[in-house]
């Protein structure tokens, strides 16, 4: 094995000196002379016809520059609807709301308290209209969201898209394998279940933000966004000017995990400063982060046909995404995530229908696992159902069905360097699977689960980066990588270092800024570490290459182990020049078929992980404790072993809140738990008190040093392997997310099976 | 949140200059934890705050006498936390520091502050009740003692005039008695309870010679549940008998339903958790 | 190697009374080798004259005795501002493009400030008929009078001296640049 002076080291993270002394940039910290404030005034009803705003109390508060609706931003932006699918989404409510939270007017003033009291003053009648908020009500619901369906046509992949008029379906996407209707008739047995998942919010720390600063002509946007490139595109656009008048500056996130992409606050703020001709600022509380995007709460059916001897020989899967009121990234979701719904398994015979539906909810867009943390607590909920009713044990049967390195998944596209076998062994042997369990007796139950599961990366998509080598040797790196606390500054500069021959500790990497760093797709969807780090891995060889021929043009020997500053000076005379290398990538795809949903290359590369639980139910209250939570991912190779080590953890505890306590509740469409003490993510104190995150010995054969992406992988068994470990315990299923106790309680309470007090 | 002034007085006669009873944009307070999220959420527009923090005197301090504790109301939940003395002779206080908020709010709420902000999910009034404390409100022209019971009138409501101040908690402190407070949180640990529960009882092996029982958080404000205690005093603890007081305790209360949990099972989550407190304190 | 080069006449009246120089007219011609953008080229040009016209009549950083300095406030440190900048006459050429870049570009920031002090300085000689006098810049009112004073009574009050080129020699090439303020 070759040895590597950067990769499998778990360099410290470059800014971690930055961040623990509180020197860190943060847009949230900036202030621009003259900078003025914005406070959003939302909308009260869930789908109404806006009659009236009366904005002349809050116009009025001393300190209050202007008050904002749609009627001024239109001055600006003659048609001002944006988003990344479909360009759906106004600025501000024009004419109608269509989620109770919508921005509907905004207050700018000279202080953010003083347009925060203002824009308390404003009021707005409604003509209210009937709702939908259901997803599989929208289906069929008379209630239309969008009376017109705008596609933006920005994706490649997402180019067919045209959705369905008169309908609340944004997008339908199919998948045709085999005759599954055959295959349900040659079946042995038919299982059919129904699973859902709730509404839940990002809840990063640092809430959105976004500076605007007008120029003569130009824009400068300092934005929390983990897309600035796309920004600068949607942003021009809106304007009418070409991409070289706007500018988006992003400096670190105070955590993004998949909200902070494509649009959110930047249109708005952009047109608020171009009105106001002043630099405009507005950031969200932590509590208004939940009209900005969510998750989208989705629901499953599934039908398997399988043998009896736990062959599955057909599947078909429904899915319906709730997307909210606006399309934002839901449909790239709804096929992404649809075209894995039917799990990693070798089925001969797969239908798939995944639907994005509009409704009168907040809307929703990409989280963390991009959809596949839904699918599969269905696909991997059925899945132990279907071996419990076999009478299998859980990992025999899902081994019997696995998709093998070689195999063609549902769309066609072959496995290649998925670990599936590998993560479900290593989750089998931590949980000492082949050992027999307490199960307990009387009021506490114990019980244990595993679950595995996979995902598609979002393609195709593009970056660029650019190694920028100085006279004495120090090297920069210049990417649109936004390190929003998953470390991908360390990460890029390991691989650049290891190509360059240096120390990563030595790289300064200049973070995203639209007029100084290249194009770069979008920090989402475990994609970074492939396509950056390869755009990134291209770039350090253009400039060794080029630090070669500078070599070769100074008549040096082959193998000369002179030092870039002394190439310089005998190139230059004394301490000047550059190297400058580039290197962008895009992986090879295919578009999916539209009416099968077939392509040979639907993904770069596979997010591959398997998760078990063990759990400790307390019968007579339903409260549980998930005592011990194994997460084993493939990230290919692991280019910093601490920084996967953090991501898994990290994405684990995420849907772990998801999964136990996490839930947007609404009435009526009204968010009833809008408020950190209501809606509760889990501390340290929820955490397993033994909590295993690892991976397994893999590599990605066309990634960067073999690395894949790591940022998503613990996120897609975890729940289905704690529902499965609470079945385990207690004999009964819950198919609905989360699952709290008094779900619990209440499942075991229908089931008369509630062991008697202290039992 | 528009600007306000914020005074910091150092005696009670200045308080009551800056203070007035008819103006409900003036208030005074102690730590602000609750005032301050009150403020944000623009709930609640101050013009004029007046700290007591600096008041010293009766309001500060905690001493102990052979009976009795004495808490000036500005006293900082993170001094009871790690009070020795409060270690010894009221645990449970200590104890229920261990879950009550963070340390951030702990370092800067005060236990008058508590009191009269009458959430009815804090943790510390239905702990005071249980130990049958009394509190000393002051005004202008006087004061008067009250029991810590007789301050509560709603859900965020009180029977105190908006020209009294909380000066100090007075905490009998029983030979023979144990008290226990437990908190039922129903999602993240980190949450308001959906019940909290807190008994005090005399226990002599098996016989409850005497207790208290105090539910809070489920119900509009914090609440003896005579009806179980009077099923459980002066009997001897046996299965059945905990069962009655269960089903006793889950009879009196009128439980809300929130996003928590519904009503129907927090009654039941008070059957079963006064059932273990009880053998919890019998076995201690 | 490549050379810019300028060539710089001056025009100018002398007061002898109170040692003042006003420039009457002036022109720069500067070989740019090729001249990408003439317009911002001549803003080079002009305002390179302004910056020498300072060093010419009045920026100095003048010391006491015990080498502390006395000109530490632009009270004390004159700069010319518009109204001691005349109009000028600039005269862009290609004559010698470069032949090191493939444009035949040369710089022209430059040669527009150097021959200033000396242009001037020469046109106050032939002013007081004096080839050599000016042996110091700036040539400041004070330096001037100080000079007009130790030879006061040979001296008419006022001279003008028209020394310079031949107006009609200048090629319609040249335009008159207004000094922006």
Known sequence: MTSFRNIDRSVPRLEGREKVTGKAEYVHHLRLPGMLYGKIFRSTVPHGRIKHIDVSAAAAVEGVYRVVTIDDIRTIIPHPYYGPAFHDQPVLADGKVRFAGEPVAVVIATDRRVAEEAAGLITAEYEELPAVFDEVEAMTSDVIVHDELKPAATFPDLQHLKGRSGTNVALDYKLRRGDVDAGFAAADRIFEHTFRNQQVMHTPLEPFVTVAEPGDGRMTLHTASQGPSFVRIEIARLLGWPENRVRVKVPFLGGGFGGKLYIKLEALVASLALLVQCPVKISLTMEEQFFMVTRHPCTVRIKSGVNNDGKIVARRCDVIWNGGAYADIGPRVTQKAGFTSAGPYDIENVSIDSYAVYTNRPPAGALRGFGAPQTAWAYETHMDMIADALGMDQIEFRRKNLLREGREQATGTPMRD???????????????????????????????????????????????????????????????????????????????????????????????DTDVTPYDMGTLGSRSTFHMGTAVLLAAKDAKNKIAELARELSLPPGNNLPLPELFRRKYGMQAGNIIGTGSFIPDYEKPEKDTGRSTKATPFWGVGASGAEVEVDTETGHFTVTKLVNVADVGVPLNPKLVQVQLSGAAIMQLGFTLTEEMIFSEGQLTNGSFADYKIPTLLDLPAEFINECVESRQNDGPFGAKGAGETSTIALSPAIGNALADAIGIRLTDLPLTPEKVFKALSDAKRLWSAGG | MTSFDLVEPRSLEEAFRYLDPSDPAIRPFGGGTALMLMIKAQMYKPQRLVSLGRLGGRFSGISFDANACRIGAMTRFATLEHSPEIAARLPVITEAMKTLANVRVRNVATVGGNLGHADPHLDLPPIWLVLDAKVTVVNRGGERVLPVADIFSGYYETTLGNDELIAEVEVPVRQGWRSKYVKVTTRATHDWPALGLAISVQIDGHLIKDLRIVLSAAVDFPRRLLGAEAVLRGAAIDEPLLQRAGEAAAEEADMESDSRGTGDYKRHLLRAHLRRAVLALAAE | MNYAYSVHMAVLKVDSEIGAVAVERYLVAFDVGRAVNPRPIKGQIVRGFAQGLGGALMEEFLYDAHGELLSVTFADFLMPTASDVPTIDVLITEDAPSPCNPLGIKGAGEASITGVGAAIASA??????????????????????????????????????????????????????PIAT
């Open chain 3, 124 to 177: 106050i000689d032939d002013a007081i008929s004096e080839p050599g006098a000016v042996m110091q810049l700036p040539v400041t009112r004070k330096r001037l009078k100080k000079f007009f004073a130790a030879d006061s009574q040979e001296r008419l009050a006022s001279v003008t001296l028209l020394n310079g080129p031949d107006e009609r020699r200048l090629s319609q090439k040249v335009d008159s640049v």
């Open chain 1, 418 to 512: 998925a670990a599936l076998d590998a993560v479900l062994d290593q989750v089998s042997t931590r949980m000492a699977w082949s050992e027999p369990v307490d199960r307990g007796t009387g009021r506490i139950r114990r019980g244990r689960g595993i679950a595995v599961g996979f995902k598609g990366i979002t393609a195709p998509t593009t970056s660029v980066a650019m190694v920028n080598c100085y006279a004495d040797g120090s090297c920069a790196l210049y990417i649109g990588t936004v390190d929003m606390g998953q470390g991908s500054d360390t990460v890029m500069a390991q691989i650049a270092a290891e190509v360059l021959e240096i120390d990563a500790e030595s790289i300064r990497v200049i973070h995203s």
